[in-house]
């Protein structure tokens, strides 16, 4: 029982903590129904709910009136503009009786309103707010809203103030070029000021919207029509610009502020505003041209990358923008595919703790406000000062402008705009980042779908390669792998990183011949292979070898190519070997570079009886080891020497501090009729280097006190003698374990490392030691292993050349 409340009290502290605080920064010194509308846009995020609405009493306390709603149309699940408070509703059961109710589909189906839905499939949650009025909630999750659901909802309830009720006006009471429109009948009620913006008389003007919308230009009447129709609408303020065609040809444009009053019984609801001229504020023809500069590089724009790329180019310069970030929306994580600029430390600290190997991702439900602008669907600007959560924040301090991407009925992803300094968003500004919003999001769904194909390859070639690389006692790893954009083939290239004993690691990179499933089945083949040799303790020149037989036995017409290095993170030194394979590049400290070219063997699979030498290297602290195949650095027009030279030098103008970011710059020139893998190791030296000693016991009969007294004299030499009782017993159990059991040398290691005393045992037999499940008084064995477990706070055994290697570990205070 207490195992099952531990994990409900885990599972609360997820998303109600972190509702309360985007509750607590949403301040009171926002406009009263701005702020409402933040808060049941956190009810979207933390809940997942579908629409959420407010309803509040009206003056004469008869009946509950919507006041506003967030989510998509609240009609689709019949949720009305207004309840009666004596009524049988659950807006006001739980008005009239003070406690929240939780209906299911069952529940649903059985209101009046229900019935003339297509589906009651859905849940819906009826909360009393503080201040008399009743908050709504659907959601379509099968299981409804769970406890922690609820209690965000409780949340979100407590923290609902309901702005005044807005007066019923009309046209008098407008200020000057209003309107008054009724959604139930398109009738709009204007004054002369707004229809000589249009270039109507009153004469001439019918008093139907249709007359005002029919000299909208074409391509921006979709926006419009969002406005005014009310399917489209949720109660709150809008903003839009738009273009009108003159009687004279010319287009002039106007902004319309507008805000959904609700309807009662028996009166409609109503959508009034005002319409000014924008034409003004606009710069002629500077935005129609950057907006034609950038549908002319969306159209070439190939992958999504060059989608971002291509925006940052068009739109950072232009609006002296600091930041910019273009991203995918995949579920519930945004992708981000461009970052400008691109170094970790210019982006908020949220970004940078999500940062990837490959393409770093924030989570949306991390920042509600960025969610809720994605769910609206329209650009979205906030100036300097607006309370935002950090991780947008900091993104703007200036400023910051959202662009969802839209495309095919969905959006697609979204672009951040982001300045440092305080921004002044013209008219403008907002019509280009409106037209760069739909421009790129069609864009990004064509450059998905030709990513989608060469994703299927890259699936296949990265399910055979490494899904994220070790961590290495004194160094740093990245690497990069690029499948080829020429055709759908399936590429050979793979790399590796393998940690083995004794603080060594093994870098390897290699390249299957061909481009196809044949390749990509041996490349994982060869590099299973190579791993296994590598940790059975061979050196590296025997593992390359034994791979190369491998090979031959396989009997393919494919050969490979392979660079395999021997790094001891001890010493800072590195054994490398090559089969047929480009040399390793060297980065070292000083920033001079080396192209280690040294003797090589021929690629695997070639001859069967093949030599392959071994070369050394030296990696002072602050070396970079660069591992690569020809794509990155040959082409048609260019040599693999030249190539490598370009590399050497791109490396050695590069900050070795920032790895991941060395490794994409260094594919920026990749050659992509080729899939390129690219490896990457810095060498920083190991801040702690362990003591180590080793002593071969010989077959005589005093061998086990022999191995006692040099373990005991080692202790000593290393001021750990007063805890060696325990090392000597398992010294004793596991030398005897194997003089007794195998026959050959026998060797002992001891190493010491920050209090781990390691005890190792080598012998020639591959046969593992097993502990018994049960020993009776009488046997005379077998108690030997059990010993080991109870003494040693890990033991374990590994394969090593031609027999294994018992070791155990023991904590010394």
Known sequence: MTDVVSEDAAGRRTRTPRAELALKTLTTDL????RLRRVLEQALVFTGASVVAVYASDP??????LAESAGVPRTLYGLRDSYPVTGGSPAADAHRSGRALWLGPEEVGRQADARRLPSQDFWLAALP?????CLLAVSEHPDGFDPEDRECLGLIAEAVVCPPPAPETGTEELPASSFSLAMD?????VDEEMLELFGLSPADFDGKVETLLSLTVPEDLPSLMSVVEADHMSIGDRELEFRILQPSGEQKWLRLRGHLLPGGEGRPARLVGTVSD??????????????QRLAAALATAGTVRDVGRAVVTALRKPLQADRIAVAELEGDRLIVTVLDPPEPEAWPEMWRTEWRSDWPDAPVRAMPTLAAALSEGRTAIWPAGTDLEPALADVGPGGLAVLPLPAAGRIAGACLIGWDHPHDFGADERALLTAAAGLTGQALMRAHAFDAEHELIGMLQRTLLPRRLPKLPGAVAVARYLPTTSGLEVGGDWYDVIPLPDNHVALVIGDVQGHNASAATLMGQMRTALRAYAVEGHPPDVVVSHANRLLMDLETDLFATCCYVDVDMEEGSAWCVRAGHLPPVLRHPDGGTQIAWSEGGPPL???TQADFPMSPLRLPPGTIVALTTDGLVESAVVDIEDGLDRLAGELAASDPAHLGLVADRLLAGANRSDDVALLLMRYDGMALRPLRESWTVWRVPEAVRHARRFTRRTLRSWGAAGEADAALLVVSELVTNALVHTDGQVRLDLTLINNRFRI?????????????TSIGWEATGGRGILLVEAM???WGTVPVSGGKQVWSEILLD
Do not use: W
């Open 185 to 189: 009948s398109g009738r709009v009620e």
């Open 760 to 772: 190792a045992v080598a012998d020639n037999s591959p046969r593992t030691p097993i502990k018994p």
């Open 278 to 291: 924008a034409s003004k504020l606009r710069s002629g023809g500077n935005e129609v041209a950057r907006v």
């Open 60 to 65: 004469n306390g008869g009946e509950l009136r």
């Open 31 to 34: 406009n009263p129904r701005e």
């Open 605 to 607: 699979g070639v001859l």
């Open 792 to 794: 040693s706070a890990a």
């Open 129 to 133: 707010l503080r201040d008399d009025g």
